[in-house]
């Protein structure tokens, strides 16, 4: 009986509703004329519908009449959206005209336009739409390009450092023959991206050529040809003591784990970085918890981290003090780094191409990339050096084409899982990224490719 008299009200209020909205529809078509009533009606029944359906009950079990409802309610928002609009002329004119009887029709007078006819407005003309070579010549200006001022106070400190490190060593550790350090890094060779924030301190060691041999990568533990090892020789005519290092050797093999440790604790404990702070205007900490050799470098205007590489010169080749991550200890790793700033420079000068101008923005993009970020730095230069043998126009005016064909020819590398090195084809330098790792970049490249403003 309460369900029939709640029906029967709302059959009630439904009834009165419809009698308002019949009357204002019949008024409608007198006010506003034809169009206006139309306009009107299409409106009103659109919203009688969301007030009907709002008031009526719901099926709460039926998902199927839940979506129904829903798509009707889009479709009538829809309608009222898309009804044309009257010109604002037309409906001051109607508002403003006498009522009219349907079967009388209005008179038109003419009128006389005492108005001088209004100026024609000019469009304005279409965005201009960038290209690839000018979003990425845009990019490179706006936000890959280090403060002059920026970067001149961050060598100005990091020389400071190097200089006082120097002088610790001098007297702390005379009887070991470390040369003398220098600094390195994109900042100082032209490629740095993003900001002059981070910058290598290396600290060279001077070894006995007589006394010590390189072994190959594939001869040691771990098969990397990127590894090596330093071997002590001809022990029983040079016994321990003839070489400094010898207290830093295990097994006949220079520890770069031993070396690391005793600079570390150096680092840590024995030198007055307070004092010299104070003196460089800055505040320095070395990184307790690293197994890097890092310094944490704070000024009134940069934050700067410097890492200091031992490295050795023996054979052509140039070894750092850097083991890789686990149990495996007495390796040095082979660094590129200044053969590849040195070959990029050298094609550049050959025909005066853009790979730096275009490597700068790869390594900036890269840097700043959540997913890319360990693409930066030495496989981009790989890249662009094999690249750059097969593809020989390099000027600015080609900046996008080469661009595009880097990132394929990176896809294509991270299909494999394999970027051969440009000076030695067995080290593999993607050989310490995770599958995970490829992938996801590989999905992100392969997303780029369509649309390289994604990276932007």
């Known amino acids: 009986m309460a369900e029939f008299t709640r029906q029967r009200g709302k059959r009630q209020e439904d009834s009165g509703l419809a009698s308002v909205l019949d009357l204002l529809l019949a008024n409608a078509r007198l006010v506003l004329g034809v169009s206006g009533a139309a306009v009107l009606a299409i409106a009103t029944l659109a919203v ?27 479709q009538d928002l829809a309608l009222i959206k898309t009804t044309p609009k009257l010109p604002k002329k037309q409906r001051r004119e109607d508002l403003s005209a006498p ?7 209005p008179v038109l007078e003419p009128k006389v336009c005492s108005a001088p006819p209004e100026t024609p407005q000019v469009e304005p003309s279409p965005p201009h739409c960038l290209t690839l070579q000018e979003k990425l010549l845009s990019h490179y200006s706006s936000c890959l390009t280090v403060p002059e001022a920026q970067a001149s106070l961050t060598l100005q400190l990091a020389r ?8 610790f060593l001098r007297s702390k550790c005379p009887e070991l023959p470390f040369g003398s350090l220098f600094l390195s890094g994109h900042l100082l060779d032209g490629l740095e991206a993003l900001a002059a924030d981070h910058i290598h301190l290396m600290l060279p060691m001077v070894l006995d050529a007589a006394l010590w041999s390189l072994i190959p990568g594939e001869d040691t533990v771990v098969r990397n040809p990127q590894y090596w090892m330093i071997k002590r ?10 070489s400094p290092w010898d207290r830093l050797i295990v097994g006949q093999y220079l520890s770069s784990n031993m070396l690391n440790e005793t600079l570390h604790k150096m680092l840590v404990a024995s030198i007055n970085w307070p004092a010299i702070g104070s003196l460089l205007g800055s505040v320095i900490h070395p990184v307790v918890a690293s197994q890097e050799l890092k310094l944490e470098v704070k000024h009134d205007q940069v934050k700067l981290s410097i890492t200091i590489f031992p490295v050795v010169e023996m054979e052509d080749k140039v070894l750092l003090a850097a083991p890789p991550e686990g ?42 990339h959540p997913t890319l970020h360990k693409l930066s730095g030495s496989p981009l230069t790989h890249i662009i050096l094999h690249l ?18 880097v990132l394929e020819e990176l896809l294509g590398y991270l299909e494999k899982g394999v970027l051969p090195s440009y000076f030695n084809h067995k080290i593999n330098l993607f050989s310490e990224l995770l599958e995970e790792e490829i992938d996801e970049m590989g999905f992100m490249l392969y997303r780029a490719l369509s649309e390289p403003e994604l990276l932007l």
């Open 48 to 74: 009688k519908r969301l007030i009907d359906r709002a008031t009526s009950p719901r099926d709460e079990g039926d998902p199927k009449a839940e979506q129904k409802t829903l798509e009707e309610s889009w």
């Open 99 to 105: 009522l009219l009887s349907s079967a009388q029709p």
């Open 160 to 167: 400071g450092i190097s200089a006082q490190l120097q002088n």
């Open 233 to 242: 020789t001809d022990l029983e005519y040079f016994p321990r003591g003839c």
């Open 327 to 368: 149990l495996v200890e007495n390796l040095w790793l082979e660094s590129f780094y200044r053969a590849e700033v040195s070959k990029v420079k050298e094609l550049d000068g050959g025909d005066a191409g853009a790979r730096q101008l275009c490597l700068r923005i790869l390594n900036g993009v890269c840097k700043s």
């Open 388 to 405: 750059s043998a097969t593809t020989l126009d390099w000027a600015e005016e080609s900046l996008a084409d080469r661009f595009q064909q």
